[in-house]
């Protein structure tokens, strides 16, 4: 394994998700710790019992899909050492399996980047560096499913730990995707509204508010000039604004609340 070629004294795990072929058996031969699931429970869950198998105080994670090179495991661990919690290997140009994902991720990386007020060069890369017991503080968030590099990102922003970001170039997977680009793009989509409005609500709920207000006075504006008097729908717009607001501010606090110290 090359993993253990460059690191022989780092602990090898990998998480045998159900597999219906001799993975776990050739991973186990190849000297690592294999963490079997009985079936199939989803890439955040096998991250999730990898997370909690690890003894050491940093964890790597990587994809099993040929897609990560073990040389870069390195440089992560030094931008570690430098004093931050976490270090994502940023994909850079060419490393995306095709132009329509290269674009959606970029769309996300800039959502995340407004949400958090940091910028986020690469949301959904699997491969990172995290300080364990920092990580396994946020276990209960993760999902089960592929949007737990999401999710950990925007968890370690809200709780002020330090992110850095690492170029690396990631080769073409080796097998066949599970990803449908139109379903789990529109997926990964709503992953992301979802961990904002847990990250930071208003900067959800705010615009939306601001534009229903700006659409009731505008409304207002027009019924005023056109038949002088105040309209239903001018007075739902500003309802419906201040409701918006008000959903915004009350999840501000729960979302608080969630991150305070154990």
Do not use: C
Request: proline share 3%; charged share 20%; no cysteine.
């Amino acid at each position: 394994m090359q993993i253990r070629a460059l690191l022989p004294e780092a602990e090898v795990i990998v998480v045998d998700d159900g597999s219906s072929d001799s993975t776990g058996e050739a991973a186990s031969k190849a000297g690592a710790r294999v963490v079997r699931h009985p079936y199939s429970k989803g890439n955040g869950a096998a991250i999730k019992s990898g997370a909690r198998a690890a003894a050491g105080d940093v964890i790597v994670f990587m994809d099993a899909d040929g897609q990560h090179d073990p040389a870069d495991i390195t440089t992560l661990l030094a931008r570690l050492d430098e004093g931050y919690d976490m270090v994502v290997g940023a994909r850079q140009a060419g490393s995306q399996a095709s132009i329509g994902r290269g674009i959606a991720n970029r769309f996300y990386n800039r959502l995340a980047t407004y949400m958090t007020g940091h910028k986020v060069a690469d949301l959904t890369s699997g491969f990172r560096a995290v300080r364990a017991a920092k990580f396994r503080e946020f276990l209960y968030l993760l999902p089960n499913g592929f949007s737990y590099p999401t999710t950990s990102t925007m968890a370690f922003f809200r709780a002020g730990y330090s992110v850095a970001y690492e170029p690396i170039h990631a080769a073409k997977r080796v097998g066949k995707s599970h990803l449908r680009p139109l379903h789990d793009g529109l997926r990964f989509l709503l992953i992301i509204f979802k961990i904002g409005t847990l990250y930071s609500p208003l900067k959800l709920f705010a615009p939306a508010a601001a534009g229903l207000f700006l659409l009731g006075s505008l409304w207002y504006l027009h019924t005023f000039i056109q038949f002088g008097r105040f309209t239903n729908m001018s007075a739902l717009l500003y309802t419906g604004s201040v409701v918006v607001f008000m959903m915004g501010l009350i999840s501000e606090q729960i979302t608080a609340l969630m991150y305070r110290d154990s």
